[in-house]
């Protein structure tokens, strides 16, 4: 049972693993913003990175794309409940590491 | 400043991402264990990968190894204080999954 548990756990993980996906979420924790306002407010992130950032995130079920038929159409995207909700465990890992970021070793944390 | 606060919780989630940290670091909740005893009580886990993880975990401050002078030696690992801390937001992201795990859709999350 109790594995059973962490596996659900691991999930999640996997669903914020690698560079820019918490990052992207954050950018999107004070509302709906189209792709350009995401580029900029997160900045050093491509285009083309940001997209399929954004194409993980809605195919898992944490953001939401909208298209608004206007000329030129305007596409917005914003965080899922299941996206918010994702923010609570996001925020105790950033309080976790910023207690003992500096005691890891130095370098890129060793992988898989 | 927003966005250096993302960057620790990344690090921390880079931590536990793949199949077995998480596992091994709940395994370890309730005390310290040899690794014989690890490999039951987990299951599914060769030596090998057993071996790899608790090194990986060693290298990155979450875990703690001790070797006893006896005949045969006897090795023991222990969560340090900084790994005991990070089951606070694995468990976090326990309860997410406990909430959203079936909403996701069929197969493995998309990668990064």
């Not at 995207?77 to 003992?100: C, F, N, Q």
Request: aromatic share 8%.
């Amino acid at each position: 049972m109790r594995f059973f548990a962490d596996c659900q756990a691991r999930v999640a993980a996997d669903l914020i693993s690698g560079r820019w996906p918490m990052v992207v979420l954050y950018a999107l924790a004070e509302g709906p913003a189209r792709p350009g306002e995401l580029r900029r407010q997160i900045g050093g992130i491509s285009q083309k990175v940001l997209t399929g950032t954004l194409r993980r995130l809605e195919h898992n079920g944490l953001v939401e794309r909208r298209r608004y038929a206007e000329a030129p159409p305007r596409v917005e995207y914003s965080l899922t409940t299941a996206g918010k909700d994702l923010l609570v465990p996001i925020r105790a890992l950033g309080d976790w590491a910023a207690v003992y970021a500096d005691q890891l070793p130095a370098g890129e944390p060793l992988g898989p």
